[in-house]
């Protein structure tokens, strides 16, 4: 990367934190937060307590699932497709200098090349002996872009744009390639014996309005009121890609860990709430419609979600400026996660994330995870920036604004190297 190119970028952040940091209408002050009253995760909608895990698995986790469904992301109404195929459209033997295998992997939602689909970039460590763990997440503009090897093809789907990469109506191009490795540390992965893998979330479905049919949402009747929205449809495609590691001999297909950055994180939550495969879930600043609590109305809120409420189903806009009567908080969207594996990444300067709510999410998940034989949250009061705090729930938040950087990644290795290889 050249110079001007760093500088371009380290501007192009610099003004993107100063934006995330301080949104028209939106609290950044903590003097300003006004009060609040979180729902107990271990009371059921009938007012009994759940008192052993039985209780919370057939009575309380269900209920939440369906607040989270009805009220938010929407039911996801397609499972596993009955004609789901997998084409292997490529092996390249001695990729990344010869340290691994790389697969480009077509996960045909239809059964046929012509049909919805994703392709999915897959990294395996030559080195490794037996089935090994993998890191799975969605990127904003395709595989090319995470990488700057010069065989991966520039994709036809719809791209995002992030950051310095400036699109023409969403169309990739040769000027993207590997635009965004930064955000993806391979190499740092595969040292420490991981697959990686990622797809890219425009070809699930763009990220835009009137696409609805474009994606997984399309195999089903038009969606409802309390019917999934786009992140519902992203997080169905977190289920896929767990599909695919199940039929992959060299992957161990009970650690699977996924990570999500920004919107995609609040669809790697949701993935995670919903589907138990996943061993380890990591939100990467998935702030306010992700793991932030939203009764704190700071940063990003439900008023600000509800202008793009085709991330959420359309019950979620009645909430908006009336936080207080949501019926459940992220924070028991932490729970339905427990006992297993959750990081929470944050960053210090991106305020409109909410770092110190998406930290109090975890931290009233706990009761949970103490529930469930877990250990929960190892602290009690916000660290700020700070290296990994670790427990069943880890936290880390680095300095800087709304990015995914290399200190992102050690700290999920991290993580992963404690919880993910047992």
């Known amino acids: 990367m050249t110079f001007q190119r760093i500088f371009a970028l380290g501007l192009l952040l610099a003004i993107s934190s100063t934006l995330l940091a301080a949104p ?3 609290i950044t ?50 499972g596993k497709p009955a004609d789901l195929k997998f084409v292997v459209r490529e092996e390249k033997k001695d990729a990344r200098g010869g340290k691994a295998t790389r697969l480009r992997v077509g996960v ?42 010069t065989d991966i093809p520039v994709p036809t789907h719809w791209v995002n744009g992030l950051f310095e990469y400036k699109t023409k109506d969403h169309v990739a191009s040769e000027a993207g390639r590997g635009i965004h490795q930064s955000l993806w540390q391979y190499d740092l992965a595969l040292s420490h014996g991981y697959a990686v893998a990622t797809a890219g979330y425009g070809e699930v479905e763009p990220d835009a309005d009137g696409h609805w049919k474009d994606g997984p949402r399309g195999l089903a009747k038009e969606p409802g009121p309390g019917d999934w929205g786009q992140i ?31 919107r995609v994180g609040k669809a790697a939550v949701w993935a995670g709430a919903q589907d138990e495969r996943f061993a380890m879930v990591v939100s990467l600043e998935s702030g306010g419609g992700g793991i932030a609590l939203s009764k704190r109305t700071f940063g990003e ?3 600000n979600l509800s ?65 469930l034989g877990a250990d929960g949250m190892a602290i009690k009061e916000w660290p700020g920036t700070t290296k990994l705090v670790d427990g069943t729930i880890g936290y880390f938040m680095r300095p800087g604004p709304h990015n995914v950087t290399l200190e992102d990644w050690q700290a999920m290795i991290e993580f992963a190297d404690k919880h993910l290889r047992k």
């Not at 008192?51 to 992301?73: G, I, Q, S």
């Open 24 to 26: 028209p209408g939106s």
């Open 29 to 78: 002050d903590e003097s300003k937060v006004p009060p609040y009253t979180l729902p107990d995760p271990l009371v059921c909608q009938d007012g009994t307590r759940v008192t052993d895990a039985k209780v919370w698995r057939e009575k309380r986790r269900p209920e939440l699932l369906h607040l989270f469904e009805n009220e938010m992301y929407g039911k996801t109404l397609v």
């Open 108 to 149: 045909l939602f239809e059964g046929k090349e012509e049909g919805r689909q994703m392709e999915m970039l897959v990294y395996i460590p030559n080195d490794a002996k037996g089935p090994v763990p993998v890191l799975f997440g969605l990127s904003f503009d395709g595989n090319f872009t995470t990488t700057d090897e």
């Open 232 to 262: 519902g449809a992203w997080a169905w495609a977190y289920s896929r890609a767990a599909d695919y590691f199940e039929t992959n001999p060299r992957i161990d297909a009970k650690r699977i860990g996924i990570h999500g950055f920004s």
């Open 301 to 303: 809120t439900v008023e």
């Open 307 to 371: 202008h793009i409420i085709r991330w959420f189903c359309p019950n979620f806009a009645k909430y908006a400026g009336k936080e207080a009567t949501l019926p459940m908080d992220q924070h028991e969207l932490a729970a339905l996660i427990a006992p297993r594996p959750l990081l929470i990444n944050s960053a210090a300067e991106d305020l409109w994330s909410d770092p110190k709510g998406e930290f109090l999410s975890g931290l009233n998940a706990t009761p949970v995870y103490r529930l």
